[in-house]
């Protein structure tokens, strides 16, 4: 199937600073796309390009087979969302809602059916005489998005939508988004800084950085399978573990050898393995007999609501693990550590001596 929307080497310098570097995407109908990275990583600029707010220097955009690399942002059959909302404060709702049908020059009486329907999609019906000062955030934020979906667009366009709103706001807005986009089945592309907004919300996620595209895959596969030291650091918590191949299928690390399923390469090679807190097994007895089981110590253990976030010491390296939070593990407890061969994966060939490893806080 041919994709809905498709990004094609997509360059945009702002005078010699490169914001984004080559960028290609695809994305299918219907899909939940997200664009996550740090700030500064070029999301807003890239999705400013699919809307028409900025001229690439380099490359195109395609709607199906349509390139609208340099049609007017109106004529694109894309539709915005500002971070910032963007409403216009001296309008009411229902008037902020029907700003881009009259921009279209759809007439009235339909203009107004149309503005009706997204307010009751968004759950603001009778809120149409108000004006956004007079709205809470996160209603302020579900206007915005009425706004956008009115023009009924091919591909809506979400920037960090959420960033304005308190932690509890977010997540009951970020599911309505969601259960709204699906019921839809409206393509979106949604930018956003934050991990975990990422993998709740998307389809597929593609992680940026520096304006390049790192990895692109469904919110598993990037955070199970992370294509580089960058993807495991940004998208979750890792463990990194400097290692030497010894043999395929196993390496040396800390002192101790370790098995990890499905590696080649020469011995001598140093790598940099990854496993996440919660892949690491902790218990409080010795383990005799079995591979890849460390004797450690704990150092802190932090109450995290759900889990227990433990640091242990061990083969000269600092674990983050998280247990169940009902687990009595108090700092130097001694406990052993296992380490599943299918969960250490290589995510870096590495390149200085820096022997230091274990986890990131
Ligand atoms: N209009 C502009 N003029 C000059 N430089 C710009 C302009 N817009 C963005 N940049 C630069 O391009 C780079 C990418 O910016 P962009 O706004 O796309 O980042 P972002 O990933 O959206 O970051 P954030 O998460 O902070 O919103 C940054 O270095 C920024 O300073
Ligand atoms: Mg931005």
Redesign the pocket.
Known sequence: MAAHLRLVNVVKR??A?V?VDGVSLEIEEGCFFTLL?P????????LRVVAGFHTPDAGDVFLRDRRITHLPPHARGTAMVFQEYALFPHMTVAENVGYGLRMRRVPPARARDRVARVLELVGLLGHEAKYPHQLSGGQQQRVALARALVVEPEVLLLD?PLSNLDAKLRLRVRDELRELQRRLGQTTVY?T?DQEEALALSDRVAVLNHGRVLQVGTPEDVYRNPASRFVAEFVGLANFVPAEVVAPGRVRAGGVELHVDGLQGASGRRVVLAVRPEEVRVRQEPVDGKPNVLRGRVRSATFLGAVRRVTVEAAGLVWIVDVRADEPLAPQAEVSLELPAERLRVVEEERTDDQRGGGRS
């Open positions: 702002f005078g600073a914001a990275g700030s500064g990583c070029g999301k807003t600029t890239l960090e930018v800084h």
